[in-house]
């Protein structure tokens, strides 16, 4: 596993995903480094990311800071979080949910608090439920009407 870490502010995410640890890079004992990357996953401004030069896992930060998104992942796992997004997203504006109130109503769904509930944290098994929630509330939306 990769022994990286990426520190921003008080907060430090580890990366369990690589091999024996990443060269530093910037700031000595800072083994992921910031970079800014063109349309990083689905946006089109330039943004900050962090990325672990090891293992390649990695993770977006808001729009205008240094702050992450989630937590650091593979390829494989920033995939199935994208597609989980599109699965969540299309299916709770379908809805005519908030954002908020659609976080608020996954996290009673999965049984997590609030502030859990945030697809940029979540593993592959988390992710595959959110589209299996997802899929169950409409298939029975469908049924009843």
């Known amino acids: 596993m990769c022994d990286c870490r990426l520190y921003l502010r008080r907060c430090a995410l580890r990366c369990d995903l690589g091999g024996d640890g990443a060269a530093a890079l910037g700031a000595v004992g800072v083994n992921i480094t910031a ?5 990083f ?6 943004r900050w990311c ?6 390649n ?6 729009k205008g800071s240094k702050r992450p998104l989630g937590n ?4 494989v796992l920033r995939l199935k979080r994208m597609e989980t997004h599109q699965v969540f997203d299309a299916f709770w504006k379908r809805r005519g949910m908030t954002r908020t109130a659609a976080y608020k109503w996954l996290a009673e769904q999965m049984k997590l608090p609030e502030e859990k509930a945030h697809i940029g944290g979540f593993e592959m098994d988390q992710c595959q439920q959110v589209i299996d929630i997802c899929r169950r509330a409409e298939q029975a939306a469908k049924e009843a009407a």
């Not at 962090?50 to 293992?55: A, I, K, L, R, T």
């Not at 896992?57 to 808001?62: K, N, S």
């Not at 650091?72 to 390829?75: C, I, L, P």
């Open 50 to 55: 962090y990325n672990c030069q090891n293992c």
């Open 35 to 39: 970079w800014k990357v063109e349309q």
């Open 41 to 46: 996953h689905l946006y089109a401004a330039l």
């Open 72 to 75: 650091v992942a593979n390829e």
């Open 57 to 62: 896992a990695r993770v977006g930060c808001h």
